[in-house]
């Protein structure tokens, strides 16, 4: 019995109490971020006098935008079966529309051209004929001249339904429009502008179209973008104004249940997620304030062929409707959009707790609230130092000289903690367990979040253990660690404040609660053991808070590691978040460490849940991928390359299969899976050799990755529908050493130019824009430029463009002008196209694979070396011999 009860401890009692607790409330918070409103059923909204958004009615709209698979930009299912089915729908809205409301809607066939300034990959992209569908509603009478514009694109990307991205939001679109057109209740000044815009996925084109090219563009005033990275949960308003934070009243206002964060917006902003909404288009091109909405959470099958109807819910479309119609009602009665430069203020902070509320403040008064509460509850811990001396008799020196070594040990705790936690990464993706929390996301907890509770309570331990003093109990130095945490967040709350970094406010939350349960504790003058209390208390509302915002994170940036790159560590940037959550949710806990008289129970636990958590990461529940949940994704492209002599004659010419990588283990699960892709061999010195390494890159960025892709050489040429023609139609000499070349191109809907003037050479003109965009990254000290090529409409006639190069007087003796790549993508043909080689590939692929393929062609002007594929010919090959793939002269003064 005696043994029995050294066991069972007040101490053991706490290792169980202490976890279960934690896992209790995140289970709570994870319960309260899942659970979605109940659908509205159309049986429940004939004769109902409540004006709801149904979404039973949206599923079957997206039923029918998704039946006839993907939609991708230029293809037949876009360009003609979406539209003359979302044209249908409008048109049954606009016959059921009350008699007070106007409605006039119009396919808009738009051309044009414009610049994307992006680091070190800027495009110029160039189309024709996008399609959008533009739906004007306005209430007779008492119509403003202005329009809150709503905005959802209807095309998909290569190979998947996009019933999530972006067929959800273009159905709640057509319910919103539903509900707006037969509302006998609600005012409306201003008119609500329908955006269903034809082309996102490739470079924003569309919203484009409609900022250059529509005239009721210049009667807007503001706009709700509607977009999604994923297939259920919440939708996450993640990006405001800017500069016009009027809009986050309205948000906090109108929304039934508000899902927001500053700290989303700014993450966005920073690059840190792997994709573009029209958000970006629309505020830049349009100059227009705006809402960002977008599904982000468990994206895993983003892009991918399994995004179809059965994955959207009905309570998913419910919350999204429930929340916009009565934002989009609110907004098109609002008086600041009459005038809405009177209203420019600034960004704003914004966050919701728990969905219940949302807080919201201008920049301005965030930095006044953290610098001063900062400061305040800085001045809190020295009120206490005082009590200390006074109550306890202590010297002040000593007092003085212990909290800066509790401080000390505090920051070097923290750096301990998440040293560990990253060390557990760089052991794990040695191991080849990479991303084993991919799909199963709790095995984060155990190898993150415990080594860096670990290294956390080490500290407070270690010194106490060898350091001890008499002028102060356990409890005093319990507080002393404390603060010393305390006053770590305040520094860095004021710190990043001024340093412009919203998302600070996330440390209000320990700030505020710890010094209201430090005023308590001092007026009841730290009563022994009873000021524990007081504390833990306190930290309840902030740990409910970090605990939702862990589950946020998680289900937002787990899925995103699947679709990055292969040259970084991901479980690096899993243990970096987790060791920020765990000093945030148990900074202000650990410390109490000090008062156990037994810790080994506690270090024994924390090992203990490290053993069985990494056990479990090496059996097959620790793998990456699961077929139909959260695939592994694969882009291989079957690509034909003609490269070409200055003088037009063909020097090398080959077939390859390209492997783009997508997460850490491209390509070694692939070829320990297919015993085709272990002859797979890196570019390489290709990248020396050819023109941003002689690959048909559909997007220029995609070289960024070019020194970890890879490529096998095919013995099968790829099929094509449409065979690519080009040629030079006409030179002009404009003045001395001023050149004007004038081409004509043909092919499939996606094509792409590269442009790269020879040194001594400059490009000074071309068709695609009045001024000449800076270089991308540079290929041998020549600039390069990219243009991305895009016809709609299903029409694919001849492009004509001129390329105009000045060639400096040092070099005006030389011939040649400049190099040149010719891409095109067949992206959205049948599976009739694929080469019997190319399919038999596809067919090897794993059952928990989702493969992106297509074939491309290069065309290639020109370089002095053989390329991958085959060796340079002895003999010059006639560029009209290779069943008329390519037809082109050479470019040379």
């Known amino acids: 019995m005696k043994l029995l009860a050294n066991i069972l401890t007040l101490e053991l009692l706490w290792c169980v109490l202490g976890p279960g607790v934690g896992i209790g409330v995140y289970f709570l918070t994870y319960w309260n971020w899942n659970t979605l409103p109940g659908e509205v059923y159309l049986a429940d909204a004939v004769g109902s006098s409540d004006e709801r958004f149904v979404a039973e009615r949206a599923l079957y709209d997206l039923g029918s935008l998704t039946s006839r698979g993907p939609r991708v930009a230029g293809s037949e299912t876009n360009e003609r079966f979406a539209v003359d089915t979302l044209y249908a729908a409008i048109e049954g809205i606009a016959r059921q529309a009350l008699p007070e409301y106007e409605v006039v809607y119009e396919v808009q066939r738009v051309s044009g051209s414009y610049y994307l300034d992006y680091d070190d990959y800027p495009i110029t992209s160039y189309y024709r004929n996008v399609q959008n569908i533009v739906v004007s509603v306005v209430r007779r009478g008492s119509f403003s001249g202005k329009y809150l514009l709503l905005n959802a694109h209807f095309d998909s990307a290569v190979t998947s339904p996009g019933a999530g991205d972006d067929g959800t939001m273009v159905v709640v679109m ?61 939708e996450i308003m993640f990006q405001s104004g800017p500069n016009y934070p009027f809009l986050m009243a309205y948000y906090r206002d109108h929304i039934c249940r508000p899902y927001a964060n500053t700290l989303g917006e700014e993450v966005f902003q920073m690059g840190l997620v792997p994709s573009f909404t ?146 557990v990464a760089v052991i794990f993706d040695a191991c080849g367990r990479s991303m084993s929390w991919f799909s199963s996301t709790w095995l984060l907890f155990g190898l993150y979040f415990v080594p ?89 509302i902030p740990i409910v808070y970090f605990c939702s915002l862990a589950v946020t994170l998680f289900a937002v940036f787990v899925p995103m590691t699947g679709r990055s790159d292969n040259r970084s560590n991901p479980d690096f940037q899993m243990a970096l978040f987790s060791a920020l959550l765990t000093l945030l949710l148990v900074g202000l806990l650990t410390p109490f460490i000090v008062l156990f008289r037994r810790k080994l129970y506690v270090f024994g636990t924390l090992l203990l849940f490290f053993l069985v958590t990494a056990i479990v990461a090496a059996t097959p529940e620790g793998f990456a991928f699961r077929e139909q949940t959260s695939p592994q994704r694969h882009y291989i492209f079957h690509h034909q390359r003609n490269f070409y002599w200055p003088n037009g004659t063909l020097r090398d010419s080959g077939a390859i299969y390209y492997l783009h990588p997508q997460d850490r283990h491209t390509p070694d699960l692939l070829q320990s899976e297919v015993p085709d892709w272990a002859n797979a061999q890196p570019l390489g010195d290709e990248c020396d050799r050819e023109l941003y390494c002689g690959i048909p890159f559909y997007i220029n960025r995609y070289h960024r990755q070019s020194e970890s892709s890879y490529w096998l050489p095919a013995l099968e040429p790829p099929i094509f529908p449409e065979p690519v023609e080009f040629r030079l139609v006409s030179r002009e000499s404009l003045s001395p050493g001023r050149h004007r070349l004038t081409f004509i191109a043909k092919g499939p809907s996606h094509m792409s130019l590269y442009v790269s003037p020879l040194i001594g050479r400059k490009l000074i003109g071309w068709s695609f824009s009045e001024q000449i965009p ?17 016809s709609g409409s299903l029409d694919l006639t001849p492009i004509t463009f001129y390329v105009e190069i000045e060639v400096q007087p040092s070099h005006q003796s030389e011939d040649s002008l ?8 067949y992206m959205h043909q049948d599976n009739v196209y694929l080469a019997r080689e190319f399919q038999a590939l596809l067919d090897k692929m794993p059952k928990y694979a989702h493969t992106v393929a297509y074939p491309g062609y290069l065309i290639f002007i020109a370089n002095d070396q053989p390329a991958v594929g085959r060796n340079n010919p002895t003999e010059p090959i006639q560029c009209n011999d290779l069943q008329g793939h390519g037809i082109l002269s050479f470019l040379r003064a």
Request: charged letters at 15%; hydrophobic letters at 50%.
């Open 278 to 423: 029209d958000y970006e288009t629309l505020s830049k091109q349009g100059g227009w304030p705006g809402l960002d909405f977008a599904l982000s959470s468990y994206g895993y099958l983003y892009h991918t062929a399994l995004d179809a109807r059965e994955t959207i819910s009905g309570g998913t479309l419910q919350h999204i409707g429930d929340n916009l119609l009565g934002l989009v009602r609110a907004l098109s009665n609002a008086d600041e959009l009459s005038n809405i430069q009177e209203h420019r203020e600034g960004t704003a902070v914004f966050f919701d707790f728990m969905h219940l509320f949302l807080v919201y403040y201008t920049e301005t008064t965030g930095l006044i609230i953290n610098i001063l509460l900062g400061v305040f509850s800085l001045g809190l811990v020295v009120g206490t130092l005082f009590m200390i001396v006074r109550k306890e008799g202590a010297v002040g020196t000593n007092v003085l000289f212990e909290s800066g070594m509790a401080l000390i040990v505090q920051t070097l705790s923290i750096i301990l903690g998440a040293g560990l936690s990253v060390l």
């Open 774 to 790: 800076p270089s991308g990254k540079r290929w041998k000290d020549q600039d390069v430029y990219f243009v991305n090529l895009f």
């Open 818 to 825: 400049f190099y040149l790549s010719l891409v095109a993508q």
């Open 174 to 234: 057509l319910e919103l429009m539903r509900q707006l057109t037969q509302s006998t209740k609600s005012p409306m000044q201003h008119g609500v502008l329908f955006l269903f815009n034809g082309c996102e996925e490739n470079t924003m084109q569309g919203a484009h179209g409609f900022v250059r090219g529509h005239p009721l563009a210049q009667s807007v005033a503001a706009f709700i973008n509607l977009d999604v990275a994923a297939n259920s949960g919440r």
């Open 452 to 540: 860096c509770i670990a290294g956390l309570t080490l500290g407070p331990f270690v010194y106490t253990r060898f350091r001890k003093i008499l002028f102060l109990h356990d409890q005093g130095r319990v507080i002393l660690f404390l603060h010393a945490q305390h006053c770590i967040y305040a520094v860095l709350l004021i710190t990043l404040s001024i340093g412009g970094i919203r998302s600070a406010f996330v440390l209000l939350f320990p700030i505020i609660f710890y010094s209201a349960t430090t005023i308590v504790n001092m007026i009841i003058r730290f009563r022994l053991k009873i000021w524990i209390y007081v504390h833990l208390v306190g930290q309840l």
